[in-house]
């Protein structure tokens, strides 16, 4: 099946339609389709609403879950707010275009992003590129061929050999399938959660500032009474637990920060 593709009527955007089934074009925030939580999580930020809707629907079936913004600020804010194993960003937008959110993405953000472009659009292509999208697709276009390019660019960024995965004694972070396990139980964490946890198994025993942690999670500069960081790390303690011989996983350095403290299993970082 092949999703066609019409101009809107203002001429501002692009669109990709189905000739199939009406389909429901109330907002949507977030498409999780019920999915199981595995799946990878990936942000949309293409205003075209019932295209969203398709998008999270065939990449929900290849693994993946789809969170979509239909603006372009508000594709930055989710982009800084929650972590994302890859972006898919089209490149007409209301308000700030494509470009622009690439741009202030590139500032702060290493995160694969997939271009989406109209047909015969060719300098569109060579400039998002040339800003550091990692690759782009042209509309009109196969939805199996949308997941294909996904996986095909995790490949690339993500390595098998290489894979994003770290293991602390009995706790392991796999960054591809945003999963984390404790022993032989998976624990449940928001995207903040995780994101924080990423950053504290990045430097095992060494304490990181609230200064550090705020603008990397949210996005944002911290502030003289902004508790965000301390509830995270009151979470992940409630979900971790403590080790096995009593001692907290995540330790309080007054004055500092927080550090990952790792039990007597070791470190073992693949």
Known sequence: MVLAWRKSESGNSSRQTHSGRKRDNRTVTSLALQAPVQLSPLL??????S??????????????????????????????????LLIILDVMLPGIDGFEVLQ??????NTPILMLTTRGAAMDRVHGLESGAD??????FQPEELV???????????????????TLGDLT??????????????????????????????????????????PRIFGREPTSFDRSVDNLVNNLRKKLGSHSDGTDRIKSIRNVGYCYVVGNDGLNTS
């Open 148 to 166: 294909a390019r996904i996986k095909s660019i995790l490949r690339r960024v993500y390595p098998k050999d290489d894979a994003p995965r770290s």
């Open 44 to 49: 949309l930020i293409d205003d075209d609403r």
């Open 135 to 140: 690759d782009y697709l042209a509309k009109p």
């Open 173 to 214: 972070l796999d960054e591809l399938e945003r999963s984390v396990t404790l022993g032989n139980r998976r624990i449940d964490l928001t995207g903040a959660e995780f994101h924080l946890l990423k950053l504290l198994l990045n430097h095992p025993g060494d304490p990181l500032s609230r200064e550090e942690l705020i």
């Open 104 to 109: 202030r993405l590139r500032r702060s953000s």
């Open 51 to 84: 295209l969203a809707i398709l998008i999270a629907e065939y990449c929900a079936a290849g693994g993946f879950s789809i969170t979509s913004a239909f603006n372009g600020e508000d594709g930055i804010r989710l982009a800084r707010q929650q972590y994302f």
